[in-house]
């Protein structure tokens, strides 16, 4: 491929070749296709690198909310966002519980869960996966949600949610 290009080249390139200077003549001949290569290289190594950081990029983006109509609610090692809702009684409730997290998470393998026990409510996400849940709501009350499943699980503060339902 090298000899290719300088062979190619040097027709076109040579002036007046002489005896002696056939040879620096080559020689410079060579630099620019040396240079070619650098910028080839070069291009090709920033739209590489430039794939690699677009990917980290979007990989680092939370997933995006599946069904507009749902109650959305992102799960992360950080706790739930948000951390409260309010729902009224017998409504159909449904909730997009989305996770933030990646599956690089030593604690709980980046799983989250949105449970409350009163209402036999147990549901579980996997790491940046998104999913809509529905659930019928209860009496009038305050309804305490959390997580088990990281950072302490239901007795770390931050892992907990309340749902209000009003009558
Ligand atoms: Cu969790």
């Known amino acids: 491929m090298t000899r290719r290009e300088s062979t190619s080249?040097?027709?076109?390139?040579?002036?007046?070749?002489?005896?002696s200077t056939g040879g620096a003549g080559r020689r410079r001949h060579?630099?620019?296709?040396?240079?070619?290569?650098?910028?080839?290289?070069?291009?090709?190594?920033?739209?590489?690198?430039?794939?690699?950081?677009?990917?980290?990029?979007?990989?680092?983006?939370?997933?995006?909310?599946?069904?507009?109509t749902a109650l959305q609610v992102h799960t992360s090692m950080g706790g739930f966002?948000?951390?409260?809702?309010?729902?009224?009684?017998?409504?159909e409730v449904r909730i997009e519980l989305a996770n933030m997290d990646t599956q690089f998470h030593a604690d709980g393998g980046g799983w989250h869960e949105f449970a409350v026990d009163e209402l036999g409510v147990d549901w579980k996400v996997g790491p940046e996966?998104?999913?809509?849940?529905t659930l019928t709501a209860p009496a009038a009350g305050t309804?305490?949600?959390?997580?088990?499943?990281?950072?302490?699980?239901?007795?770390?503060?931050?892992m907990r949610g309340t749902l209000t339902v009003t009558a």
């Open 129 to 133: 996966e998104s999913r809509v849940f």
């Open 143 to 158: 309804y305490t949600w959390y997580c088990g499943i990281c950072c302490g699980g239901r007795d770390n503060p931050s």
């Open 81 to 91: 966002e948000p951390a409260a809702l309010a729902v009224k009684a017998g409504q």
């Open 9 to 19: 080249r040097l027709p076109t390139h040579r002036p007046g070749p002489g005896a």
């Open 30 to 68: 060579q630099r620019p296709d040396r240079r070619l290569r650098l910028a080839l290289f070069s291009g090709i190594a920033l739209v590489v690198g430039a794939l690699a950081v677009s990917l980290v990029v979007s990989r680092l983006q939370p997933p995006g909310a599946t069904d507009a």
